[in-house]
């Protein structure tokens, strides 16, 4: 009897029989940089991919096209909640498919190995079995709604600096008790549908070209879906051999004509190439762009975007300290100090492809002025938290061809003739969406009339790839050249370097301003640059807008400092420099604490930060980069509408120097993993360095007892799992949620082992004065070794029980 599935294939197999050579080849080379070619004579359409999953952008990089904005994959990934997880996905499967997606690019697999990693805020966790838990169920979650999933960047890519050329030379045991592990169980049981190849090389293999593709990938884990590469990582035709399927973006590449002669030559066998179309056309099946083949029926689940990503933010933040029950409030405040830059200028995502544009984002500010009034609400600076240039606040510059909010930006041809003229709506332009029109560019002028919002002189000017003349009132005030800032084409977009020029202005006089760009256009790949044009806020006095908080937060009731990063801190494309929060934020915080003893501080970060002041404030709440609906979710918190839900999936430190592994950059071209299986708690406990809040902690709002009922051994002869019983009691006087973690321990083994590692958790929510009782499995293989297979030492292994890495309620033990 023939199955399904068997059916699917012969119908795919008839499909690629019916293409010639340079069809199958343009399929597997990309049409545009975010489609893959139609064949309509076999019902192929165009299949359409995008950057994700904590939004979904679309093929526009374009305000116009807004994105719901969820909160970051560290926020997520705090929950310790596949419920929340799924949930995620299945709304960013709704966008992807209100947007024609048929493939998100995401998640991402990485593990935290360095708190200075670039992209930190895009991945999970630093352990590798919390990351698989979450992928898997996010990857369930978006495939459930027939859209693809695609787990990044495969493998060891957890460093950005000199990302397209580094080495990543790390043991066989690490990459596979680590690395691999992270990615294999949305492989193995969600059945992820894409993988994303990595720009690096694995000792000393591209990405692209590594056997790592093969096994465990293929064989091992069997993996039937398409394995694309990261955005121009592959430049030679040698990706092609290996079991790379797909180069993006299209149309030039390292394949094209040279893969078909070289299969007419003989020189690739052209089953090697039929090999990667099959994957393809199995991918179109799978998400309806292939006439001709029977899927499941994905009817869309409906849900309310903007209550998901509210929720969500209160679930993934975590709540660090709560001295005396500060939080929640127990009545509502009348005076409210609000402090901070990122209170205004709130992080909602960090930077890079991740990056979405959403219709709205709520601050920190703003959602506390709508709940309890401005007349109650005072705000200040306090630092300056912005590094370069800003863009224009959108109230702030009207488009003078319009009247409305906005620019008017217009693309010259060598000719003089106008290419392009667009109304756009932010101070932030993405030119990636043309790159035949941006070819063809000489000039590029970007119009608006500006408002000013203080008197005296600003720097105002531009992030960009090109040479600036500045015009105000139509007078010349400035011309410079940005250069270009490194070999990396990511560069130009999300580190552009910057050009300001001093212009003396009046607050609430209006001035025209044209801005006038040559763009650099690099060779041998499509145009695309960013435009980022704004004030430069390096000429205020720190010492009187940290004074002046200060003196704000004394009159106040309550004091809320919101501190955090910025984009030139956390962003694809560079590695972070250190630890420190940007400018004076820790003055900051100091000031208002000595000034109000009820201080509430916010952490708007999307990676780890040192906090030196952190015994000297009531309460801090880390909220990450929390969505676009992140100051309403904060309110829930601080009023109580809402528990902080979230706890550590990586440790903070309390100092540069405790963090077990830090530097990221290459020497000599080369990121050794030298500390093997060791990052995050792991090397913390090896190194027995302090910890500022241990990997698995989160307080909450309610209290808990954890009572150890039962072990279920390892049945001999058996695969089947372990299980530790417990029962979990809510002794507060409020709903609440827990998560109970469990880690093994082999003091005496005979390998090097962690002291301790996670192999096993339960997230429960519980009412007031109840219990519930779980059941936490633990297998087998979350106890073995990696030495060429994976072995299992005989004996007994400690298992503990907490609520978090350094936290023991109950000791047990089970044995193989």
């Not at 004030?535 to 501190?563: H, P, W, Y």
């Not at 963090?659 to 913390?684: Q, S």
């Not at 998560?739 to 093994?744: E, L, M």
Request: charged letters at 20%.
């Amino acid at each position: 009897m023939t199955s399904e599935t068997d059916r699917t294939e012969e119908i795919l197999r008839a499909k690629l029989g019916e293409l010639t050579l340079e069809e199958k080849v343009h399929l597997c080379t990309g049409m545009t940089m975010w489609s893959l070619t139609p064949i309509e004579r076999i019902g192929l359409a165009e299949l359409v991919v995008s950057d994700g999953p904590s939004g979904v952008r679309g093929v526009t990089w374009d305000e116009r096209s807004p994105s719901l904005n969820l909160p970051s994959a560290s926020s997520l990934s705090s929950t310790w909640s596949r419920d929340a997880a799924h949930l995620a996905g299945v709304t960013v499967a709704g966008e992807a498919r209100r947007k024609g997606v048929h493939a998100v690019l995401g998640p991402t697999i990485n593990l935290h190995r360095s708190p200075l990693g670039g992209r930190h805020f895009e991945a999970f966790s630093e352990d590798p079995h919390l990351t698989a838990f979450m992928a898997d169920a996010l990857v369930d979650g978006i495939q459930s709604q027939g859209v693809a999933a695609c787990l990044k960047h495969y493998v060891a890519n957890d460093y950005e600096e000199e990302r397209f050329t580094a080495n990543s030379v790390v043991s066989e045991r690490a990459l596979r008790e680590l690395y691999l592990l992270a990615f294999e169980k949305a492989v193995v049981e969600a059945r992820s549908w894409m993988v994303m190849s990595s720009y690096n090389l694995i000792n000393g293999v591209p990405s692209s070209e590594n056997d790592l593709l093969e096994t465990p990938l293929k064989s091992e884990w069997g993996f039937d879906g398409v394995v694309v590469s990261d955005w121009f990582a592959s430049h030679s035709i040698n990706s092609a051999r290996a079991e790379q399927d797909l180069l993006m973006p299209g149309p030039i590449g390292p394949w094209g004509q040279a893969l078909v002669d070289a299969i007419r030559t003989g020189d690739i066998d052209e089953s090697t190439l039929d090999r990667k179309v099959l994957r393809i056309l199995r991918l179109a099946g799978r998400v309806g762009a292939l006439a001709g083949v029977e899927r499941p029926d994905f009817s869309l689940r409906q849900v309310d975007n903007i209550a998901v990503a509210r929720a969500l933010a209160s679930e993934g933040s975590v709540l660090l300290r709560n001295e005396g029950q500060a939080l929640p409030w127990r009545s509502r405040p009348t005076s409210i100090a609000v402090i901070g830059d990122n209170a205004r200028r709130a992080r909602s995502q960090g930077g890079g492809s991740a990056t979405v544009i959403p219709e709205h984002v709520v601050t920190p500010l703003a959602g506390i002025q709508a709940e309890f009034g401005s007349e109650n609400v005072t705000y200040s600076t306090g630092a300056i938290v912005q590094e370069g240039v800003v863009e224009f606040d959108l109230e702030r510059i009207t488009n003078p061809k319009t009247g409305g909010h906005g620019v008017r930006v217009t693309m010259v041809g060598h000719d003089g003739g106008i290419l392009l003229s667009e109304d756009r709506f932010a101070g932030t332009v993405m030119l990636l969406d043309s790159p035949h029109v941006l070819a063809k560019t000489k000039t590029i002028l970007y119009e608006t009339i500006y408002k000013p919002e203080e008197t005296g002189t600003i720097l105002i000017g531009a992030a960009t790839v090109g040479a600036l003349r500045l015009f105000i009132n139509d007078k010349l005030v400035g011309e410079g050249d940005t250069g270009q800032v490194s070999e990396d084409p990511g560069a130009d977009i999300f580190q552009p370097n910057e050009v300001t020029f001093p212009v003396d202005v009046v607050a609430g006089q209006s001035v025209d301003l044209r801005l006038e760009i040559s763009p650099h256009i690099r060779e041998h790949m499509p145009p695309a640059m960013a435009l980022v044009v704004g004030t430069q806020s390096n000429l205020a006095d720190s010492d009187a807008l940290i004074a002046a908080a200060a003196a704000q937060a004394a009159s106040a009731e309550v004091a809320v400092v919101v501190v955090g990063t910025n984009s030139r801190v956390e962003s694809e494309g560079f590695d972070r420099k250190n630890l420190t929060l940007p400018g004076r934020q820790d003055d900051l915080v100091r000031a208002v604490a000595a000034a109000n003893p009820n201080t509430v501080v916010i952490v708007n970060s999307g990676s780890p930060v040192l906090l030196p002041w952190r015994h000297e404030v009531r309460a801090i709440l880390l909220t990450y980069f929390a969505g676009q609906e992140m100051g309403d979710a904060i309110v829930d918190m601080l009023l109580g509408r809402a528990e902080p839900g979230g706890r550590l999936p990586t440790t903070w430190a309390a100092s540069e120097a405790d963090v077990p592994v830090l530097d990221t950059a290459p020497k000599n071209g080369v990121v050794a993993y030298d500390e093997g299986i060791h990052i995050g708690y792991r090397g913390f406990l090896k190194k027995g360095t302090e910890m500022a809040y241990p990997f698995g902690f989160g307080l909450g709002y309610t209290s808990w007892n954890v009572t150890h009922e039962a072990t279920v051994d390892f049945s001999e002869g058996s695969n089947a799992d372990a299980h530790i019983e417990l029962t979990l009691t809510n002794t507060g006087l409020r709903p609440g949620k827990q998560v109970a973690q469990v880690y093994a321990e082999r003091p005496h083994s005979s390998v090097d082992r962690p002291v301790k590692w996670l192999v096993g958790f339960a997230t429960v929510n519980v009412a007031a004065g109840e219990s519930a009782r779980v059941s936490i499995p633990v297998s087998k293989r979350s106890l073995a070794y990696w030495d060429g297979d994976w072995v299992y030492e005989p004996g007994e292994f400690t298992l503990t029980v907490g609520l978090s890495v350094t936290d023991t309620w109950a000791t047990t033990s089970v044995t193989l």
